[in-house]
């Protein structure tokens, strides 16, 4: 069993991909903050999350279902799972649900991604695909869990986990996303160093002059 400090919430996997300090500040110094877009993301998230399960002919669909991962160190909550009955199996088939549209990047396949290797984990079937639901364009979108899906999936976990083990914040960048990030008062990206978190930038400064 790993230690409970060791957990990594697979939120944490959406907000490393949108930016590692906004991640930092949610995951390590337990701050958090709603804008419209965090509002708007939680409305859709709570219709899911009702813990509720219901069965409909072959396929049984369950909301708010707990996930974790003893191997990853990975734990947190499926907004809804399927499982489609073949023969005598319940093959389960997780879809993520998203308020906006469709990403550039793969954040939002590596997050599903995350929740059926827990699944996975958990039941000991084989999770070869997932659905991601976009509220904006009301269209599921399948995702295959391939080999190189589970690779950076598996990446992801790790670079976080090496950011909380080292305990401070990484660097401000200051750019578009600072616009629709509701940690920016928290964050205050245009002066990275003028607040003291817990003592941290006074220790990387420290440091920094040691290796000058």
Not at 27 to 40: D, I, K, P
Not at 65 to 89: I, P, W, Y
Not at 137 to 146: A, F, G, S
Request: proline share 4%; hydrophobic share 35%.
């Amino acid at each position: 069993m790993r230690d409970e400090k060791e957990i990594i919430a697979i939120s944490a996997l959406q907000h490393w991909f949108f930016c590692p300090r906004q991640c930092s500040l949610i995951h390590l110094e337990q701050s958090w903050a709603e804008n419209v877009f965090t509002a708007e993301g939680r409305v859709l998230h709570d219709k899911a999350d009702r813990g509720t399960t219901e069965i409909r002919g072959n396929v049984k669909t369950c909301t708010g279902l707990l996930l974790r991962s003893e191997a990853l160190g990975l734990m947190g909550k499926a907004d809804l799972v399927e499982f489609h009955r073949q023969g005598h199996t319940w093959v389960p088939f997780p879809v993520e649900y998203k308020r906006g549209k469709k990403k550039a990047d793969n954040r939002d396949r590596v997050q599903l991604c995350a929740q059926a290797l827990c699944l996975e984990e958990m039941l000991g079937i084989p999770v070869l695909a997932g659905a991601l639901y976009y509220g904006k364009t009301r269209r599921r979108e399948q995702v295959t869990l391939d080999a190189e899906l589970r690779q950076q999936t598996a990446r992801v976990i790790e670079d976080i986990r090496a950011m909380l083990a080292d305990g401070r914040l990484p660097p401000a960048i200051v750019d578009d996303r600072c616009e629709h990030c509701s940690l920016r008062e928290a964050c205050m990206p245009s002066a990275p160093v003028s607040r003291d978190h817990s003592g941290r930038y006074l220790a990387a400064l420290c440091n920094n002059g040691e290796e000058s």
